[in-house]
């Protein structure tokens, strides 16, 4: 009797072992099903939010892109970009993004919005864009084979801060530590100090090499085109010569030649000068051309950019607070008057014709002449400010040359002249006012701000003369400078 009945318990037992088996890896099937489930979701959401980011950034670039197309300051194509089919690379739509472009000051700098969406996953990115320009970056800017300084020149001014007060300027050789902060040289040759008592407080570039004599000095760095090292990376040319000492004063060098000490065999403050940049380098740049058409098509004086071309003898006269500017136009004599007009705050003048100029300026403004530009008396600022700030700026921009005419003189701002007549000299000193060749001596000449020339300069007539730097205008440009959008900083918002 007990035989069965234990058959019968063992063959229940066997089914609820049976039954608990079953449910057991039904449970861990659905366990491992519904963890499975939420990591491929999790893979979809990190997929869509890669997608999202990646969209948000192309919506970055292509804001990029539309700026670059004819980038002029204060002329900036700020309409907003829409994409509603964003597509991936095999022509899928991946979703959508749009861009708010955002130009505050007109000048230096843009901000980018851009938000996309794709699978309901929504992403925005902020982008800040410089725009660089070479016309306003450099205290010289020199397109010549070898650009020569004559016996006195200074480029730059001695930076005496003294921040604790202790009678001791903060800064070893009068150059603060950032570079951005110094006044530069750039070279597409050589720079050859040909005379005695050369100075500059900030760094030079050259593409070839500097020549330089022991009574000069550069109180900064040197980048050359002609700095090599070898596989150690001990330098074995400084394309530096002639013997002008380099050197901003402050222990930021390096053991090039690994000998365990930093001396003069490790060339203290000299660089390279490469097309690439980076590492210890500097980037090669080439000038950037005016076109006239441009400023023709924007100028705030139609009559001055006709089709026949008329020279013009203009007096600048700051109008009421200073924040615009009156051109009064006289006859050649600057004796009689033949017109008047009120500019803007913000303002192109363009004259098809050589410009004779002196006064004050008011805003921001920009000079350009399809010809010739001659300094007849002091160009600055209202009030004889020499530096740029928010509410004044100015360019004088010349196809040919700048003429510097005055026996004592004093002009401020971008100071460009593209020599389209390829003459060895783009600057020249050799006449009086009245356009009489006199190469005799002259008093003092003070520029103030950045010079961009193609060819070599004649300012040596000038017995005492200082070309000041201008750090404002990389910041206050004035409305039409060519600039080249530079992606600085991207972060999620």
């Given at each position: 009797?007990?035989?069965?009945?234990?058959?019968?318990?063992?063959?229940?037992?066997?089914?609820?072992?049976?039954?608990i088996?079953?449910l057991?890896?039904t449970?861990?099937?659905?366990?491992?099903?519904?963890?499975?489930?939420?990591?491929?979701?999790?893979?979809?959401?990190?997929?869509?939010?890669?997608?999202?980011?990646?969209?948000?950034?192309?919506?970055?670039?292509?804001?990029?892109?539309?700026?670059?197309?004819?980038?002029y300051?204060?002329?900036?194509?700020?309409?907003?970009?829409?994409?509603?089919?964003?597509?991936?690379?095999?022509?899928?739509?991946?979703?959508?993004?749009?861009?708010?472009?955002?130009?505050?000051?007109?000048?230096?700098?843009?901000?980018?919005?851009?938000?996309?969406?794709?699978?309901?996953?929504?992403?925005?990115l902020?982008?800040?864009?410089?725009?660089?320009?070479?016309?306003?970056?450099?205290?010289?800017?020199?397109?010549?084979?070898?650009?020569?300084?004559g016996?006195?020149?200074?480029?730059?001014?001695?930076?005496?801060?003294?921040?604790?007060?202790?009678?001791?300027p903060?800064?070893?050789?009068?150059?603060?530590?950032?570079?951005?902060?110094?006044?530069?040289?750039?070279?597409?040759?050589?720079w050859?100090?040909?005379?005695?008592?050369?100075?500059?407080?900030?760094?030079?570039?050259?593409?070839?090499?500097?020549?330089?004599?022991?009574?000069?000095?550069?109180?900064?760095?040197?980048?050359?085109?002609?700095?090599?090292t070898?596989?150690?990376?001990?330098?074995?040319?400084?394309?530096?010569?002639?013997?002008?000492?380099?050197g901003?004063?402050?222990?930021?060098?390096?053991?090039?030649?690994?000998?365990?000490?930093?001396?003069?065999?490790?060339?203290?403050?000299?660089?390279?000068?490469?097309?690439?940049?980076?590492?210890?380098?500097?980037?090669?740049?080439?000038?950037?051309?005016?076109?006239?058409?441009?400023?023709?098509?924007?100028?705030?004086?139609?009559?001055?950019?006709?089709?026949?071309?008329?020279?013009?003898?203009?007096?600048?006269?700051?109008?009421?607070?200073?924040?615009?500017?009156?051109?009064?136009?006289?006859?050649?004599?600057?004796?009689?008057?033949?017109?008047?007009?009120?500019?803007?705050?913000?303002?192109?003048?363009?004259?098809?014709?050589?410009?004779?100029?002196?006064?004050?300026?008011?805003?921001?403004?920009?000079?350009?002449?399809?010809?010739?530009?001659y300094?007849?008396?002091?160009?600055?600022?209202?009030?004889?400010?020499?530096?740029?700030?928010?509410?004044?700026?100015?360019?004088?921009?010349?196809?040919?040359?700048?003429?510097?005419?005055?026996?004592?003189?004093?002009?401020?701002?971008?100071?460009?002249?593209?020599?389209?007549?390829?003459?060895?000299?783009?600057?020249?000193?050799?006449?009086?006012?009245?356009?009489?060749?006199?190469?005799?001596?002259?008093?003092?000449?003070?520029?103030s701000?950045?010079?961009i020339i193609?060819?070599?300069?004649?300012?040596s007539?000038?017995?005492?003369?200082?070309?000041?730097?201008?750090p404002?205008?990389?910041?206050?440009?004035?409305?039409g400078?060519?600039?080249?959008?530079?992606?600085?900083?991207?972060?999620?918002?």
């Amino acid at each position: 009797m007990m035989i069965p009945s234990l058959l019968r318990n063992e063959k229940g037992m066997a089914l609820i072992a049976i039954y608990i088996t079953s449910l057991f890896i039904t449970t861990i099937s659905a366990a491992a099903f519904s963890k499975s489930f939420f990591e491929m979701r999790q893979v979809e959401r990190e997929i869509s939010r890669l997608r999202s980011f990646a969209a948000a950034e192309a919506g970055v670039q292509n804001a990029m892109a539309q700026i670059a197309v004819n980038a002029y300051t204060g002329f900036i194509n700020t309409s907003p970009i829409n994409i509603s089919n964003f597509q991936a690379v095999d022509g899928s739509t991946v979703g959508s993004y749009s861009v708010a472009i955002d130009y505050p000051d007109q000048a230096d700098w843009v901000t980018v919005n851009s938000a996309a969406n794709v699978d309901g996953d929504a992403r925005t990115l902020e982008g800040r864009i410089f725009l660089d320009s070479n016309l306003s970056k450099y205290l010289v800017y020199a397109d010549a084979p070898d650009f020569g300084s004559g016996t006195n020149a200074q480029y730059g001014e001695p930076d005496t801060t003294d921040a604790d007060r202790d009678g001791i300027p903060d800064y070893p050789e009068f150059v603060p530590p950032s570079e951005y902060d110094r006044a530069a040289l750039y070279f597409t040759g050589d720079w050859t100090t040909s005379g005695n008592n050369v100075r500059l407080y900030g760094d030079t570039n050259a593409q070839g090499r500097v020549n330089g004599n022991a009574s000069s000095r550069i109180h900064g760095d040197a980048y050359t085109g002609q700095y090599t090292t070898n596989g150690s990376g001990a330098v074995t040319r400084s394309g530096v010569g002639g013997g002008i000492p380099v050197g901003d004063g402050f222990s930021d060098d390096r053991d090039r030649n690994g000998d365990g000490i930093i001396d003069a065999s490790d060339y203290p403050d000299h660089h390279g000068l490469t097309q690439a940049g980076g590492g210890d380098n500097h980037r090669t740049e080439t000038l950037t051309q005016i076109d006239n058409s441009f400023y023709r098509s924007h100028n705030s004086i139609p009559a001055y950019g006709g089709l026949a071309a008329q020279n013009r003898y203009l007096k600048f006269v700051s109008a009421g607070s200073g924040a615009a500017t009156q051109v009064v136009e006289y006859d050649p004599t600057f004796t009689n008057v033949l017109n008047s007009y009120n500019l803007p705050a913000t303002a192109i003048l363009y004259v098809n014709g050589s410009i004779y100029a002196k006064g004050e300026i008011g805003g921001r403004v920009s000079v350009v002449s399809s010809s010739n530009i001659y300094f007849d008396g002091n160009t600055t600022y209202s009030t004889a400010q020499t530096r740029a700030d928010t509410a004044h700026s100015v360019a004088f921009m010349a196809k040919n040359k700048l003429y510097f005419r005055a026996n004592d003189l004093a002009v401020s701002g971008i100071l460009y002249a593209e020599n389209n007549s390829n003459s060895p000299v783009s600057y020249d000193s050799n006449y009086n006012v009245a356009g009489q060749y006199d190469p005799a001596g002259k008093v003092r000449l003070r520029l103030s701000g950045n010079r961009i020339i193609k060819g070599s300069t004649n300012l040596s007539n000038y017995q005492d003369r200082v070309y000041g730097y201008d750090p404002s205008l990389k910041y206050f440009r004035p409305p039409g400078i060519p600039v080249v959008p530079s992606l600085r900083t991207v972060r999620e918002k």
